[in-house]
């Protein structure tokens, strides 16, 4: 096969594929794994290559953090949070929803953030109930918490996975330079959540004292296995604050914390490994290979010089059309694959234009893939889960419906995050000029005396 004719083949396997999972046709996985097989058997990859383009950092990451949370979620701990949560609401409805939102984005930050919905959600349906509520302000609330929580971190959200992975960011550096952003972005959204729903979130005191009387100890299942759990969460959360200083993959700190947590609780392995949604990690494993395909023949390449050519290479123009590119696309499509294209694009953009710190550019496709998918129903993986809950038990959310209320939420957090980026730039603009006065000062009043010495 010619070296055009690879052009065209891996950029029509790739297009296809990624039309095929939009229209949810077929299961991604398949799809995915289907695109891999015809880059393999063209040989537009040889099989080292294959191996090659698979992040197992990024596979290692979330089956080590699946394990972790299948065996916590078996305490109960995450129900006892929610019924705690309303409880200090003192039963009322604009508190409940906000401090739900709060565990949702808080646990979404720490742990896998669908798991985090399907185990709060059963919950918020059972509270809404019992207050005679109807319970889609709390739903929505809840999943846009989810995706806001996970940019915060790490490990909160997929694409964070990816980018971590690819480019040596660690678990503090995403802390300290989106955390900032999120907290803010999380206020102001569910404050207009308050606004929009203020009107259907009204109790009678008699239904509102009904939930003060729950005993939320009575969701922990198993207390000698939480306390086994949280000790090994903890070890686990600190490994990735310090993994980076330790030079240690975050794949070694959660697949060494799974390991251990199936040790100290002599869980049943077949059992626990249930826990991993192993259609996710082949997705993964096929949506790889496919983009390393595209790599490999240059598309990404020439796409890249593309970029560079209609932003002249600028990095705040560059970065602001990563944001919003990035946060329309992932409002309907999925934020993954689309994280997938954009990390070697980004990488060779850096190359080309010969830019060393990407940094600013990383922060825009967080912040746009991660907030954008909070746009429609299907931008994100929490809500579609969230919304097929919900039509099993009668409440039926319509793509419209969601979107009325959600796009805008979605367009005011990267508004938000617009005006984070230009300022994160202009204070690291302004702190590297300090920093380089600061060594020419001191290299001059150091250098003054010793050239006076020298011309004597």
């Known amino acids: 096969m010619s070296e055009s004719t690879q052009v065209f083949f891996a950029t029509a396997v790739f297009l296809i594929t990624y039309a095929v999972i939009v229209s949810e046709k077929i299961h991604r996985t398949v799809v995915a794994l289907v695109g891999a097989c015809l880059m393999a058997l063209t040989k537009i990859l ?43 609401s003192k039963g009322e409805p604009l508190k409940i929803i906000a401090a739900l939102s709060l565990i949702t984005a808080v646990l979404s930050a720490f742990l896998d953030n669908v ?50 992975s690819a480019t040596g960011l660690g678990f ?23 606004i929009i729903y203020r009107k259907q979130l009204v109790a009678r005191p008699e239904l509102q004292s009904v939930i003060m009387e729950i005993d939320e100890k009575d969701e922990i299942k198993d207390a000698k296995l939480l306390h086994k759990c949280l000790v090994v969460l903890f070890l686990t959360v600190l490994g990735f604050v310090l993994h980076q200083y330790v030079h240690l993959e975050s794949s070694v700190i959660a697949l060494s914390g799974a390991s251990l947590l199936l040790l100290v609780t002599r869980s049943d392995p077949e059992h626990s490994l249930h826990a991993v949604e192993w259609p996710v990690i082949f997705f993964f494993v096929g949506l790889f290979v496919v983009v390393g395909a595209l790599e490999e023949v240059g598309v990404i390449e020439a796409m890249a010089k593309w970029s560079l050519e209609v932003t002249g290479g600028n990095m705040v123009p560059t970065s602001m059309l990563i944001l919003w590119l990035s946060a329309i696309a992932s409002a309907f499509v999925d934020n993954i694959p689309f994280v997938a294209t954009m990390i070697p694009l980004i990488q060779d953009m850096g190359r080309l234009g010969g830019i ?33 809950i919900a039509e099993k038990r009668g409440l039926l959310i319509s793509f419209i419906n969601y979107m009325k209320i959600a796009f805008p ?13 230009l300022l994160w730039h202009l204070v ?4 590297a000029i300090i920093v380089t006065l600061g060594v020419a000062i001191v290299l001059f009043l150091l250098l003054k005396p010793l050239s006076k010495m020298l011309t004597k």
Do not use: R
């Open 172 to 194: 503090m550096d995403f802390v300290f330079n989106l955390t900032p952003v999120i907290v803010v972005i999380y206020i102001l959204t569910i404050f207009f959540i308050q």
């Open 356 to 388: 060393a710190d990407l940094n600013l550019l990383w922060w825009s496709l967080s912040l746009g893939a991660c907030l954008g998918g909070n746009g429609t129903a299907i931008g994100a993986s929490a809500n579609v889960v969230v919304i097929g």
């Open 46 to 88: 040889g099989l080292e290559q294959v191996i090659e383009a698979i992040d197992f950092n990024t596979i290692g990451l979330l089956v080590g953090m699946m394990i972790i949370v299948g065996i916590t979620k078996q305490t109960g701990i995450f129900e006892y949070l929610a019924i705690k949560a309303a409880k200090g």
């Open 409 to 421: 939420l979605m367009l005011m957090s990267i508004v938000v995050s617009t005006g984070y980026l």
């Open 115 to 164: 798991t985090t919905v399907l185990l709060i959600v059963p919950v918020t349906f059972a509270i809404a109930k019992q207050l005679e509520l109807n319970p889609l302000p709390f739903l929505i609330a809840e999943i846009i918490s989810s995706n806001i929580g996970g940019t915060a971190t790490l490990i909160g959200d997929p694409p964070n996975i990816m980018i971590g």
């Open 428 to 431: 690291h603009t302004m702190t």
